[in-house]
């Protein structure tokens, strides 16, 4: 049986993998009714870690413990290096966090290939961060921990790409496409040249035209919805008794999944607990209490996830929010919702300008804008990305799997091109 190569598609909201023997491309399945599963980690206070969804469904059962998500937008930061504290533990280093999910993804894969993997492709985005060296860092850091998790041969992609691959290999006709991979963390796009007698093809340096990306995406409309929605009844934005403005950081950190270990920590509860003769609303500043006491923060991230979710398809989402205040609802309108995200469409709009403008090919002359990634699904962002090349034809490409399988399917081509390389030799 030949080996199987391993495409991880290790996104900061969901992952994929797929397995490519060298004859067809297959999704793993990995969750209960999807090829994909939450990138989410659950560390208990004993015991093995948790992933995917048994790691949301042990936060959601309040066992003790921590869950981590969006551990992607580690990579980058100074926080990586870092211990975060565990309840009932000792802590956990944020970076150990991704070797251990991405074991755990090579342990399901071995499982469906029914021998050892050893080979990975790797997405990655365009740009981990804006800033040169860390976006550098972050590559390092994703290829060590690939190896320490058990892979002996890693590579990489550019995440828009792989997608462009995958859709690529059912062509009959010459396309220029602009791929736009909008994800949880970040807005990937990559103009270029696809066609039936070009898929085979290992080097495409000639055919990608261009690439941009951008480090705002789904956690960051998730956030927004968070902080203009939900912590308003946490007291966020309120006057306080002296009359000014409620101190807002709080607020930040319990809306960015990785800075909740720093509002959690006791200095930082009894700080603001002590705050209670600060604030005219009296019920707002006791769910502040709540949230921070009981560690569920992560409950209204998930609220306001699926408002973004329900969104898609209705004119108003309802966010029940019981973990807060048994009961506690609110309305929130599409209209409010545009309003609130205005600044992330603006940002991915300019970045898929960017791509455009750079792979010299005038907007009306792209053939097909080929969206992927969850993010895609929000109307308003797929708009403003269609807008700008008018003649092109969207296709929804696989939101969960395509680039998993085109990063499998660029894996067969790097093993073929060494093999033909060991016969020539």
């Known amino acids: 049986m030949a080996p199987y190569i391993c495409g991880i598609d290790f996104g900061t909201s969901n992952s994929a993998v797929a397995l490519d023997a060298g004859s067809q491309v297959d999704l793993l399945k990995l969750g209960a009714t999807a090829a994909h599963i939450p990138t989410a980690v659950f560390v208990p206070a004993h015991g093995a870690y948790l992933f995917g969804e048994a790691a949301l469904q042990a936060a959601a059962d309040e066992e003790e413990g921590r869950l981590f998500r969006s551990i992607k937008s580690l990579l980058p930061s100074d926080l990586y ?44 985005p365009v740009r981990f961060s804006e800033q040169p060296d860390q976006d550098a860092r972050a590559e390092t850091r994703l290829r060590a921990a690939a190896k320490l998790a058990g892979f002996e041969s890693v590579h990489m992609l550019f995440e828009p790409i792989a997608a462009a691959l995958d859709y690529e290999r059912d062509l009959n006709t010459e396309q220029i496409a602009l791929v736009a991979d909008l994800g949880g963390g970040t807005s990937d796009f990559s103009a270029i040249r696809l066609g039936p007698k070009r898929h085979r093809a290992l080097d495409r340096s000639s055919d990608a035209l261009a690439s941009s990306g951008v ?30 403005l409620i101190p807002s950081k709080i607020y930040f950190e ?18 603001i607990k002590s705050w209670d003769r600060l604030y005219q609303d009296q019920a707002a ?21 699926r408002a973004k979710i329900e969104l898609s398809e209705h004119a108003v989402a309802r966010v029940l929010l019981d973990p807060l205040e048994n009961g506690l609802t609110l309305d929130y309108p599409r209209d409010a919702f545009a309003q609130d995200i205005n ?44 807008r700008i090349v008018p003649n092109a034809k969207a296709i929804v490409h696989d939101r969960f799997g395509g680039v998993a399988r085109g990063l499998a399917y660029y894996g067969r081509l790097l093993r073929e091109d060494a093999t033909h390389d060991a016969a020539r030799a």
């Open 81 to 124: 290096d870092e211990v975060a504290a565990v309840d009932g533990g000792n802590g956990v280093a944020f970076g150990s966090l991704i070797t251990q999910y991405l074991a755990d993804l090579r342990r399901r894969a071995q499982v469906g290939a029914k021998q050892p993997v050893k080979q990975a492709v790797l997405g990655r």
């Open 215 to 244: 480090y705002v995406a789904g956690t960051d409309v998730d956030r927004q919805i968070d902080l203009r929605a939900i912590m308003p009844l946490l007291g966020m934005g309120g006057v306080s008794a002296e009359g000014g």
């Open 254 to 271: 319990l809306a960015t999944w990785h800075l909740l270990n720093f509002a959690y920590k006791p200095s930082r509860v009894r700080e």
């Open 285 to 305: 500043h006791a769910r502040l209490v709540r949230v921070l006491e009981q560690r569920i923060a992560h409950h209204l991230l998930a609220a306001a996830e």
């Open 343 to 386: 600044a992330i469409v603006d940002a991915i709009e300019a970045c898929a300008r960017e791509c455009v403008l750079a792979s010299g090919v005038k907007p009306e002359r792209f053939d097909v804008v080929i969206f992927t990634g969850g993010t895609s699904s929000i109307q308003l962002v797929a708009q403003a990305i269609q």
